[in-house]
């Protein structure tokens, strides 16, 4: 079992840049897949953004081309950087690990982290 750990919310006005990391402890995560999701206050949890052991990716198309997914497997750890940050992206996000192939379901993971809020003000 892999634990994720996420760190770097805060509060950031519109247009603004934070960098969320996630940190995995348990095993390394080299051979796993990894992906960010959101959830906003009265709203379903949604996908963000997914990164596969071959460093592929893929994107929600509401962040496509303003956040960017990355990993460290030396230093067991997942990024998200995200710029132009908008008010709606405010929610908790949550990073989340998985074996097998890329995938945008939540269900699809087995593993999430307790959160970290991102307050973008406008």
């Known amino acids: 079992q892999v634990q994720p750990v996420e760190s770097g919310g805060g509060l950031v006005q519109a247009g603004g840049s934070l960098r969320l990391s996630c940190a995995a402890s348990g095993r390394t995560f080299g051979n796993y897949g990894l992906g960010w999701f959101r959830q906003a206050p009265g709203k379903e949890r949604e996908f963000v953004a997914a990164?596969?052991?071959?460093?592929?990716?893929t994107y929600a198309a509401t962040v496509k081309g303003r956040f960017t997914i990355s990993r460290d497997n030396a230093k067991n750890m997942m990024y998200l950087q995200m710029n132009s940050l908008k008010p709606e992206d405010t929610a908790v996000y949550s990073c989340a690990v998985r074996l097998g192939l890329l995938t945008t379901t939540p269900a699809s993971y087995a593993d999430w982290g307790q959160g970290t809020q991102v307050t973008v003000s406008s």
């Open positions: 990164i596969d052991w071959s460093d592929g990716t």
